[in-house]
């Protein structure tokens, strides 16, 4: 804790620096795909839709998996930054953000073998004939560090040559440099959850026979090319993070010593923290992912900030104050990223700020209307006698 900060202050509400970026608390916006954007552009929704967080309190809103090629896409409805002509739409989003004292973070991504799919609502699985005759959602070509698909019935990704790997590492610069302009203040390397930078960490997806395959180094090495390239062209005053998956499941695959291993040579080259969720390539029968019971994912989070001395971000069934608190009183982590909890509560912060600084709290709601709120709460709290 540093000496300038008052000891009364919860730690989850306490400032954290990276880099040139100071961070007015530790609540973090995990990014969460959204499929609504058309051809990569993001319009009002994500606006209405990430703004109330930042008026909810947070510290830092990240935007979800953002591709940085067409074919870099989940879905037909992913968010791009693969044009020039998507800064504009961003960068309004951003403003946004920072004119309510929110930081504004963007994570960079490619899918790999789990491109080409449907939107959740529409099944989740790959694209076919009934999604291009209903919504003119055709399907197109996938890539991963092996020609695995992702599950039977999914289509064959080609498997990177050399010269599409270098193609790909312009397109992570080109998109870390449209972040820039649009003012993102942090950039998250998606490298987890069975996406293209995965299918080359983890064992089970990447079974190649070069310098990109087989031992832990090799395995390791494109997705550290990625970051290296990222981090020459994004502002060296802005931080990067990278979300891993910490382990494949229980057991099998990508393990928590590969992860720690990975943390400290992205430490090498400059990675600010490390986001540990979990999961994401499909298991060999008989294996099991992770049980997802409250803040499952956060003893990851711990195991990788202890052993690397990386920065973590806990995510993962974080739902109260007083468990995210505790989180960070413990040492586990450095910010706490919450998900589907923000979805059900956008006020979770300023909620949370109140309950843990009483009256004082009020100061982190938005004046417009954290003065009519604090004014009720006063009204309805019983009566001394």
Known sequence: ????????????????????????????????????????????????????????????????????????????????????????????????????????????????????????????????????????????????????????????????????????????????????????????????????????????????????????????????????AVRAVFPADKPMFVRISSVDGVSVGWSIDDSVEFAKALKDKGVDAIACSTGGVKLPKDQVLVSRTLGFQVPFAEHVRRQSGVPTIAVGMILKSDQAEEILDNGQADLIALGREMLFNPNWAAQASVEMKGAAGWKDWPEQFGWWLERRAKQLAPKKT
């Not at 009934?130 to 919504?135: E, F, I």
């Not at 203040?185 to 087989?214: K, M, Q």
Request: proline share 7%; aromatic share 8%; charged share 20%.
């Open 1 to 228: 804790m540093s000496a300038s900060v008052p000891s009364n202050i919860p730690a989850l509400f306490q400032p954290i620096p990276f880099r040139g970026l100071l961070l007015k608390n530790r609540v973090m916006v995990s990014p969460m795909s959204t499929y609504s954007s058309h051809e990569g552009f993001v319009d009002d929704f994500h606006l209405v839709h990430l703004g109330r967080f930042a008026m909810g309190g947070v510290g830092m809103v990240m935007m979800e998996a953002t591709a940085v090629t067409r074919d870099g896409r989940s879905t037909p409805g992913c968010n791009g930054i693969w044009l020039d002509a998507h800064v504009p739409g961003l960068k309004r989003i951003v403003d946004f953000l920072h004119g309510q004292g929110c930081a504004a973070g963007i994570q960079l991504a490619h899918t790999g073998p789990k491109g080409s799919s449907q939107r959740p609502w529409h099944g989740m699985g790959p694209l076919g004939e009934q999604d291009a005759s209903l919504r003119r959602e055709d399907t197109w070509p996938v890539v991963a560090a092996s020609d695995q698909p992702f599950d039977e019935g999914w289509p064959v990704p080609a498997s990177l040559t050399r010269v599409q790997m270098e193609a790909l590492l312009e397109d992570y610069r080109r998109a870390a440099e449209r972040a820039a302009l649009a003012g993102f203040d942090a950039i998250e390397i998606h490298a987890a959850h069975g996406y293209l930078l995965h299918s080359f960490l983890s064992p089970l997806t990447n079974l190649r026979t070069d310098e990109y395959g087989g031992s832990l180094e090799n395995r390791m090495r494109f997705p550290l090319e990625v970051f290296e």
